[in-house]
């Protein structure tokens, strides 16, 4: 037997694979620093392509800091706090700094992150927290597609803009950075939305982050307002840095996507006959719509009659409510593409995405749900993942094959075929 230990919420679940039916075990090997103040330290104050932060900022200009809020960095205080430093070194006074929280591609901030953040409300910063459905919106101009991007009013109207991020495989975006946090993060629900109509392409079903709807879109709005420094985080699943770059946008997301790209792309053999696939743990599995990405990144791996046990503590609950009704209301397709061409949202479009990977598979949940609801999405329920796993058991014969991935939601699968 092959021992396994899947990230469930904040803690592990454990799973016993045959050695003789274990296909793939993906891990991601990260290089996690040492140092992680010091990496962080000597990347904001020697950027790239940039002047140094308290070398750009002077007196009387305003600034807006914006941080995304999904992602688990383990040092997204430190990196807030040092920044904040830079500024009050350009005498750069507290009521004159705004700093953002972002939601990202999630929608969602993860909760754990205001405990980080306490201590700044002694510098008497701004600190604000952006929705899409925030009123205080500008807009900056349209796109080649058309779409008309309304953002965050602070962000936009800021003399110096400041993004800190972190840049990891993205189901919407490709990968997240400095693109992803100011559109959609910082942007309004209707922009959004017109973007996902004009650019998803519905005939290519969205089963891996190779997927890039609002790739272009994101790119196109940060050329449209101009940012001024990024910090660009490469960390492992559980948010301990890896590598940092800071300074000049473009350069540094561009240094990141190097060494994010080497960090969580996996390689697998070929599809198995089932597919364990624990989120990553918490934030990844807080609720089951944030939990659903794992699976609609390693969907492809598995047969297309196989069966996926999916491991999400969902401790938060079943996440965007359009994502359970569209789960439970449309058991086809073709009928949610045509309630996201009518009326698009987030929760919608992962449920899109969680039905076109599912779909001739069979997909069962291990969480703390209750089983009558996830019933009511058409999911069988496990009690515990080796038992779910032995329920399967019956069926295993020589040849059965099983994948167990730890990181789902972090890994971008690439095939050896």
């Known amino acids: ?112 992150l205001w405990d980080q953040l306490k201590p700044f409300g002694d510098f008497k910063i701004r600190i604000l927290e952006h929705t899409w459905r925030n009123e205080n919106m500008k807009e900056i101009g349209r796109t080649t597609a058309g779409t008309s991007i309304l953002l965050n009013r602070d962000f936009v109207e800021a003399d110096i803009r400041v993004v800190i991020s972190e840049v990891k495989p993205d189901l919407l975006t490709g990968y997240s950075g400095f693109n992803s946090v100011v559109f959609p993060g910082l942007s309004s629900l209707s922009s959004i939305a017109s973007s996902m109509r004009n650019t998803l392409n519905r005939k290519q079903k969205p089963t891996s982050p190779q997927v890039e709807p609002l790739s272009q879109e994101s790119k196109e709005v940060s050329q449209l307002l101009k940012l001024d420094f990024a910090i660009s985080i490469v960390s492992d699943p559980a948010g301990r840095p890896v590598r940092a770059f800071s300074g000049n946008p473009e350069a540094s997301q561009r240094m990141a ?92 479009e992962l449920a899109l995405r969680l039905r076109a990977a599912i779909e001739g598979r069979k997909l069962t949940l291990i969480s703390v749900l209750p089983d009558y609801l996830v019933r009511s999405l058409g999911f069988k329920t496990g009690r515990t993942a080796n038992d779910a796993l032995s329920s399967a058991a019956s069926d295993f014969t020589g040849t059965t094959k099983v994948v ?11 095939s050896e075929a």
């Not at 190097?258 to 996996?266: I, K, N, P």
């Not at 167990?404 to 690439?414: K, Q, R």
Request: proline share 7%.
């Open 1 to 112: 037997m092959v021992e396994c230990w899947l990230p469930y919420g904040k803690t592990e679940v454990h799973v016993s694979v045959p050695m003789k039916n274990l296909l793939d075990l993906p891990v991601i090997q990260a290089d996690v620093s040492r140092d992680p103040e010091k990496l962080l330290l000597e990347s904001i104050q020697t950027p790239v392509e940039c002047l140094r932060l308290r070398d750009m900022a002077t007196k009387g200009k305003m600034v807006a800091v914006s941080l995304e809020g999904d992602l688990p960095s383990s040092h997204a205080g430190f990196v807030v706090e040092r920044v904040l430093r830079e500024l009050f070194e350009a005498q750069i006074p507290p009521e004159d700094i705004a700093l953002i929280i972002s939601p990202g591609t999630a929608g969602s901030i993860r909760t754990n």
């Open 257 to 348: 996507l190097s060494v994010a790209e080497h960090t969580f792309g996996v390689p697998m053999s070929r599809q198995a006959d089932i597919a364990m696939v624990s989120s990553g743990g918490y934030p990844y599995d807080r609720t089951l719509s944030r939990a659903s990405i794992a699976v609609c990144n390693l969907a492809h791996f598995c047969q297309p009659e196989g069966q996926i046990f999916m491991i999400a503590e969902c401790s938060e609950g079943l996440g965007d409510p359009m994502f359970y009704s569209y789960m439970r209301q449309h058991r086809d397709l073709k009928s949610m593409e045509k309630g996201l061409a009518e009326q698009w949202s987030l929760g919608g």
């Open 404 to 414: 167990v991935a730890p990181d789902g939601s972090s890994i971008l699968p690439i």
